[in-house]
C-alpha cells in the first residue's frame, strides 16, 4: 500500500515498531515524501503528535489472527482495541479514516446462505471479537471506511504462510501433500494487491463511501477448504489431498460472503485466486532457497 501512495503523489509517514525486524519499505526510503517513525501504536504521546499532522489516516498495526492473539492476549487487545479507540478520541471531521477489519466477524454463517454487511455478527475467537468492536468504534466516527477483508493470499514483501491459500500452496510445493481437517469449512479469499487497491478506491470514492464497511473479496472464490485444494491441484499436479475423519480445525470459521456492495460502487479485484496461486509456486522457489523465513510471525 506505502508504495501504491507514494506513486500517487502522497506524503506517507509509517508509525512502526519493526518487531519482525522487516525491511519491506526499502524501496520507498529514496521518496522524498517518505518517512519513518520508529515507535509503537500504544504510545499515545507519538499518536498524537503524529495524527494530528495528517489528512488520512490508515491504522493497519495488530496483532492478527485467532492464534497469534490466544498467544498474546494482552498485547492484542492493546494494539487491536485500545489503540484504536484512542485514535478515534483525537480525529477531527476533516480526516478520513481507512480500517482494514476481517470478515472473521461473520463466525459461522448460515448454511449456503451470503453473509452480508447486514448479516448478524458472531466472532468466535478473541481477534475476531476485538476488530468487530474496534469497527463500530471506528464507524461511530460518521467520517470512516471499513473494509472487512476476505482471507488474503499472494506474494509480499514480508510473507505469511499461515493464511490458507499461502499454506496450502506452500505445503503443495514442498510436501506434496495435505491432510485436511472439516474439508467442508468455507472461506472467501482476496489477493493482497486487491486490498490496497480497494483503499485507493475509497480515497477515490470517499464521499460515497463514508459511514459504511464493506467485504472485500473474489466473489468468485467462495470456496471450502477442499476446492482450494482442487484448485492448487490444477496447477501443481503432483499435490496430494487427503482428507481425514478424526481431528478438529481449531479455527471454526465457516461462511460465504457476498462483496456486492463495493462491486456496486464499480470495483473490481484484479487477480484471480489461479493467477494468484501460479505466483506463490514461483514465488516460493525464491524464497526457500533465499532463506527469507527469519521475518515470518
Given at each position: 500500500m506505502v508504495p501504491a501512495l507514494l506513486e500517487r503523489g502522497h506524503k506517507v509517514t509509517v508509525i512502526d515498531n519493526f518487531m519482525y525486524r522487516q525491511n519491506s519499505l526499502a524501496q520507498c526510503c529514496a521518496n522524498p515524501n517518505f518517512r519513518v517513525v520508529k515507535a509503537d501504536v500504544r504510545d499515545h504521546s507519538v499518536i498524537e503528535a503524529e495524527a494530528a499532522k495528517h489528512d488520512i489516516l490508515i491504522p493497519l498495526a495488530a496483532i492478527v489472527g485467532a492464534p497469534?492473539?490466544?498467544?498474546?492476549?494482552?498485547?492484542?487487545?492493546?494494539?487491536n482495541l485500545d489503540a484504536v479507540r484512542h485514535l478515534t478520541e483525537m480525529v477531527s471531521a476533516d480526516q478520513k479514516l481507512l480500517y482494514p477489519v476481517t470478515n472473521s466477524g461473520y463466525g459461522i454463517g448460515e448454511a449456503d446462505t451470503m453473509c452480508t454487511e447486514e448479516s448478524p455478527l458472531r466472532p468466535i475467537s478473541q481477534y475476531g471479537i476485538e476488530k468487530v468492536e474496534a469497527e463500530r468504534i471506528i464507524l461511530e466516527t460518521g467520517n470512516a471506511v471499513t473494509f472487512r477483508l476476505a482471507t488474503v493470499f499472494g506474494m509480499a514483501p514480508r510473507m505469511?504462510?499461515?493464511?490458507?491459500?499461502?499454506?496450502?500452496?506452500?505445503?503443495?510445493?514442498?510436501?506434496?501433500?495435505?491432510?485436511?481437517?472439516?474439508?467442508?469449512f468455507r472461506r472467501n479469499y482476496i489477493?493482497?494487491?486487491?486490498?490496497?487497491?480497494?483503499?485507493?478506491?475509497?480515497?477515490?470514492?470517499?464521499?460515497?463511501?463514508?459511514?459504511?464497511?464493506?467485504?472485500?473479496?473474489?466473489?468468485?472464490?467462495n470456496l471450502t477448504k477442499l476446492q482450494l485444494c482442487q484448485e492448487i491441484q490444477k496447477l501443481i499436479p503432483e499435490f496430494h489431498?487427503?482428507?481425514?475423519?478424526i481431528g478438529q480445525d481449531p479455527?471454526?470459521?465457516?461462511?460465504?460472503?457476498?462483496?456486492?456492495?463495493?462491486?456496486?460502487?464499480?470495483w473490481r479485484?484484479?487477480?484471480?485466486?489461479?493467477?494468484?496461486?501460479?505466483?506463490?509456486?514461483?514465488?516460493?522457489?525464491?524464497?526457500?532457497?533465499?532463506?527469507?523465513?527469519?521475518?515470518?510471525?
Open positions: 497469534a492473539c490466544k498467544m498474546r492476549p494482552d498485547e492484542a487487545t492493546a494494539i505469511r504462510i499461515d493464511l490458507l491459500v499461502n499454506d496450502f500452496t506452500y505445503r503443495a510445493v514442498y510436501d506434496r501433500f495435505i491432510v485436511l481437517f472439516e474439508s467442508h489477493h493482497i494487491r486487491d486490498v490496497t487497491k480497494a483503499f485507493l478506491f475509497a480515497l477515490d470514492n470517499y464521499q460515497t463511501m463514508k459511514g459504511e464497511t464493506y467485504n472485500v473479496g473474489l466473489s468468485e472464490a489431498i487427503l482428507e481425514s475423519e479455527d471454526k470459521r465457516d461462511y460465504l460472503v457476498s462483496n456486492e456492495k463495493i462491486e456496486s460502487l464499480g479485484p484484479d487477480h484471480s485466486l489461479q493467477s494468484g496461486i501460479t505466483e506463490l509456486n514461483k514465488g516460493y522457489a525464491m524464497i526457500r532457497s533465499g532463506g527469507t523465513f527469519d521475518n515470518l510471525p
